[in-house]
């Protein structure tokens, strides 16, 4: 059974930084890729980041670029999402998600297994 447990999130003041883990556990045949998302009461979940397992060509969404960073540690199966310079525009459940098929993806109906959520919360 395929796992996905979050660790991080929680209340920063804007221009602050959060650090995300999500470590995968249960894939019998490998994951295409992990990814980051985000919802607010109301508006759908929309993608943040995404890596794949082979760490190449990692995606970020226009609003993160420069301030957030994906990267995987040394066991393929667990990602980070640095993020810095945090903006109140930021603050969301923030999700981490795996795609066992080929193809990237921004598309979270495209992701197979979910973590259970973060509150990200950025005001002063």
């Known amino acids: 059974q395929v796992q996905l447990v979050e660790s991080g999130g929680g209340l920063v003041q804007p221009g602050g930084s959060l650090r995300f883990s999500c470590a995968a556990s249960g894939f019998t045949s490998g994951y295409y890729a992990i990814g980051w998302f985000r919802q607010v009461p109301g508006k759908e979940r929309e993608g943040v980041s995404y890596?794949?397992?082979?760490?190449?060509?990692?995606w970020y969404a226009d609003s993160v670029k420069g301030r957030f960073t994906i990267s995987r540690g040394n066991a393929k199966n667990t990602v980070f999402l640095q993020m810095d310079n945090l903006k109140p525009e930021d603050t969301a459940v923030y999700y981490c998600?795996?795609?066992?098929?080929?193809?990237?993806?921004?598309?979270?109906?495209?992701?197979?297994?979910w973590g259970q959520g973060t509150q990200v919360t950025v005001s002063s």
């Open positions: 890596i794949r397992s082979s760490g190449r060509n990692p």
């Open positions: 998600a795996a795609k066992s098929t080929y193809g990237p993806s921004t598309q979270a109906y495209d992701y197979d297994h």
